[in-house]
């Protein structure tokens, strides 16, 4: 199980700037972006406001139309696609962590309702012995009553006067 930082997991960094060759032209902000990067590499808290200040590039350090032209734009699609596609095995090792995971919550999850399930059932057997030991004490103390009443009524005639 690979578990990373909540700040390493929004951000990702490569260990090396990707390679440039001298032929190939490079814009002023890609450049002064990756010089950013080199100073800052493995810092998590960098200031972009250099960065963001040089978005805004000056009329002298506008690419030119053949800088564009000759730029290797395969070159650039070729190292998307590559990072696309690590980016992309990234996230699927993260989502079968994450299904594991979930599995095994289902799993802790069920445990306490199945005890609870237990612990209900035999909180009836309980009530139900209760009751039915309660109802045989007031049985027994009804039989009790009537015989008690029996023996009043019959004190009572031996008290009556015949006439």
Wanted: glycine fraction near 2%; proline fraction near 6%.
């Amino acid at each position: 199980m690979n578990i990373t930082s909540p700040a390493d997991a929004g951000e990702h960094r490569p260990s090396t700037p990707p390679a440039q060759t001298d032929d190939l032209p490079t814009s002023p902000l890609t450049s002064k972006a990756d010089e950013k990067l080199d100073d800052k590499q493995g810092d998590k808290r960098v200031d972009n406001s250099n960065v963001m200040e040089s978005a805004q590039p000056n009329e002298d350090e506008q690419p030119s139309d053949s800088e564009f032209r000759d730029f290797d734009w395969d070159d650039l699609q070729d190292r998307y696609a590559k990072e696309m596609e690590a980016q992309t095995q990234t996230e699927h090792k993260i989502r079968e962590e994450f299904d594991q995971l979930m599995a095994f919550y289902q799993i802790w999850q069920q445990i306490p309702q199945i005890q609870e399930q237990e612990r209900c059932a035999k909180r009836l057997r309980t009530r139900v012995a209760f009751v039915e030991m309660q109802e045989m004490e007031l049985e027994k103390q009804q039989k009790h009553h009537e015989k008690v009443m029996l023996a009043f009524k019959s004190a009572l005639e031996m008290l009556k006067p015949e006439h």
